[in-house]
T-cell receptor, first 113, second 114 residues
Framework: DAGVIQSPRHEVTEMGQEVTLRCKPI?????LFWYRQTMMRGLELLIY????????DSGMPEDRFSAKMPNASFSTLKIQPSEPRDSAVYFC???????????FGPGTRLTVL | KQEVTQIPAALSVPEGENLVLNCSFT??????LQWFRQDPGKGLTSLLL?????REQTSGRLNASLDKSSGRSTLYIAASQPGDSATYLC?????????????FGKGTKLSVKP
């Protein structure tokens, strides 16, 4: 298995632009998580899905952030409009309900100018 | 507020030394405890997962233990090597669900000198 796949790996955009981050979880995993990592706050959960249904989105900072999971093999995290304070590394992770172990993708480094 | 604390924030040791990384959490309502490794500019690599009913897990030179009553977990690395240099993060999930939010510590940055 290729592991969790994220794209793009790096994204540089200007304030006010829309940003879409993509994730493909490990095949067969029924949980998908979006995290954000910054120097100040460390790693924080944004939202997670179970069987494509959002379960907990309490970590989503504000209405500018939205996430979807249209099928078991794809999820997106969208920021519209983006702001400089959104600059961070965004990680996607997946896990199986049979093992509870979360596996992380390589992350997307987002820079908003 | 549930918190995960890792002390020290940074650690430098000579090659070959055995070492212990510490992780503490504020309440005992913990379900799972997972240790990760993060190399600079990279994602997280899962090292060990201790499930709710377990007290420790071992993988090669790594051993992780979990003591819910004291609110502590330790990661023991035997015979450290320069390749072990990385940031080590511990994370917990909450009781009440087999999945869910991983709450992370800020990590311990380990440097193993040749």
């Amino acid at each position: 298995d290729a592991g969790v796949i994220q794209s793009p790996r790096h994204e540089v955009t200007e304030m006010g632009q829309e940003v879409t981050l993509r994730c493909k979880p490990i095949s067969g995993h029924d949980y998908l998580f979006w995290y954000r990592q910054t120097m100040m706050r460390g790693l924080e959960l944004l939202i997670y899905f179970n069987n494509n249904v959002p379960i907990d989105d309490s970590g989503m900072p504000e209405d500018r952030f939205s996430a979807k999971m249209p099928n078991a093999s794809f999820s997106t995290l969208k920021i519209q409009p983006s702001e400089p304070r959104d600059s961070a590394v965004y990680f996607c992770a997946s896990s199986s309900s049979t093992s509870n172990e979360q596996f992380f993708g390589p992350g997307t480094r987002l820079t908003v100018l | 507020k549930q918190e995960v604390t890792q002390i020290p924030a940074a650690l430098s040791v000579p090659e070959g030394e055995n070492l212990v990384l510490n992780c503490s959490f504020t309440d005992s309502a913990i379900y799972n405890l997972q240790w990760f490794r993060q190399d600079p500019g990279k994602g997280l690599t899962s090292l060990l997962l201790i499930q709710s009913s377990q007290r420790e897990q071992t993988s090669g030179r790594l051993n992780a233990s979990l003591d819910k009553s004291s609110g502590r977990s330790t990661l023991y690395i035997a015979a450290s090597q320069p390749g072990d240099s990385a940031t080590y993060l511990c994370a917990r999930t909450n009781y009440g669900g087999s999945q869910g939010n991983l709450i992370f510590g800020k990590g311990t940055k380990l440097s193993v000198k040749p």
